[in-house]
């Protein structure tokens, strides 16, 4: 069920102890008297073992997880929120647990970071490295679905787990070492789909949306939905833009000359933000209401930004509400904020809470954390087929997730919205 809100001002939203008691048997007799011993028949106590649990020991040796995303070039921003999610992940994982448990060894995680730059190239090459590297799992993988498929590309052949926030079909089919933790494309679109038409009652729709392949099967799925939901919605405006595009001033007149009752964006933040700058410059909105397909919508410095006002944003992610894990999330946010001030001012901007990307961000690497914890060993096929063995099952700050053998999250709900 969605609510509308406020974006300025509120949101939404055994040990068993056995006693073996053992008969003491004696023979008694007069001190004069002539002693005899009877033999007694006995019968064998049977014991049965009682399990032990290993002791945990401690190892200095780091397990290494890879994160790749967009740490330069127009996606920029998506690395300063990778950034901020290691640092409180290094926190969680190596300060507050002291190391994840692999087998019956307690060892810390190190989070190495590789540059994607938005480039096809320089993705599949930063995969590459960070299998080159040792490390046990990769993740993240950059803005877009189309990146995600360059990763996969590098880590299936190479049996190492790419844990990932990016949804396709194609993950299922074309790939065995793939685990999705965040939503389910076809749910999200779906879900995209009915915000517009039955919740906002649009007649008309504009689309904006990155110029990438398979984000273009986005739009594919928006617009069968749209038309299964009422078929007399005209899509009016239907934009590709470049990922490195700066000024978006002629697709926005563009759109403001359509005047599409809803406009759906499926963008990364960067673009998010300069949209939100720049269509105040050519006057606002006016009656048009904006829907984004994403979390990448929501941007640094969103509750600020006029240009943001009445934005409708589908979130996996309120703080304080919603599973045990993810309220301990914000609690834990909140707890490192406290210990690492200098850290919190750097990327928490809205002080001990973390935005709502975050969580998307962090769910990967918790992924592969469980991965590696449910297989018992950091050797890199275990961890990979651990993944998929459909028995990876977790509570996450996002809701219940269960990779299935298909490696998608068949469990994670598209269900919170967040009304500017």
């Not at 064998?44 to 032990?52: I, L, M, N």
């Not at 993810?326 to 001030?341: G, L, Q, R």
């Not at 919190?344 to 990967?364: A, D, E, F, I, Q």
Request: charged fraction near 20%; charge should be neutral; glycine fraction near 8%.
């Amino acid at each position: 069920m969605s609510k509308r809100i406020s974006l300025r001002y509120k949101i939404v939203a055994l040990v068993l102890a056995l006693v073996l008691i053992v008969p003491i048997l004696a023979a008694c007799g007069g001190d004069n008297e002539e002693k005899t011993t009877t033999p007694v028949a006995t019968t064998p106590v049977k014991t049965t073992p009682v399990a032990t649990t290993p002791a945990i020991t401690k190892s200095d040796k780091p397990v290494k997880i890879g994160v790749l995303i967009d740490y330069s070039g127009p996606a920029a921003q998506s690395g300063w929120l990778a950034d901020g999610t290691i640092g409180f992940a290094n926190w969680y994982f190596n300060e507050k647990q002291g190391g994840i448990q692999v087998g019956d060894v307690r060892r810390p995680v190190e989070f190495r970071k590789y540059d994607t730059k938005s480039e096809m190239g320089l993705t599949a090459a930063a995969a590459l490295k960070a299998v080159n590297d040792g490390c046990v799992a990769v993740t993240l993988g950059g803005v877009s679905l189309q990146f995600g498929l360059a990763v996969a590309d590098v880590t299936d052949p190479a049996k190492v787990l790419f844990s990932t926030f990016l949804d396709d079909p194609a993950f299922a089919t074309n790939y065995k070492y793939v685990a999705i933790s965040f939503f389910n494309k076809d749910r999200r679109i779906a879900f995209t789909a009915k915000t517009a038409v039955e919740g906002l009652k649009a007649k008309t729709v504009g689309i904006l949306c990155m110029d990438l392949e398979l984000e273009r099967t986005v739009v594919t799925g928006l617009k069968q939905q749209i038309k299964a939901l009422d078929p007399n919605v005209k899509i009016v405006s239907e934009q590709y833009y470049p990922i490195d595009l700066k000024d978006f001033s002629p697709l926005l007149t563009r759109l403001k000359y359509e005047k599409p009752d809803v406009l759906i964006m499926d963008v990364n933040e960067a673009a998010a933000t300069a949209i939100a700058q720049q269509i105040m410059e050519l006057g606002g909105w006016g009656g048009m209401q904006v829907v984004g397909y994403a979390e990448g919508t929501y941007f640094k410095g969103i509750e600020k930004s006029p240009g943001a006002e009445g934005w409708i944003i589908p979130l996996m992610y309120l703080n304080g509400q919603g599973s045990p894990a993810a309220i301990a999330f914000s609690k834990d946010w909140a707890a490192k904020c406290e210990s690492d001030p200098g850290w919190c001012k750097t990327y928490s901007p809205t002080g001990s809470v973390p935005l709502p990307n975050y969580p998307v961000m962090y769910n990967p690497l918790l992924t592969a954390v469980k991965a590696i914890e449910l297989a018992g060993t950091d050797d890199r096929i275990k961890v990979s087929e651990a993944a998929r063995s459909g028995k990876l099952e977790f509570d996450s700050p996002l809701g219940p997730v269960k990779i299935g053998t298909n490696g998608r999250s068949d469990l994670v709900p598209c269900s919170v919205s967040y009304f500017a």
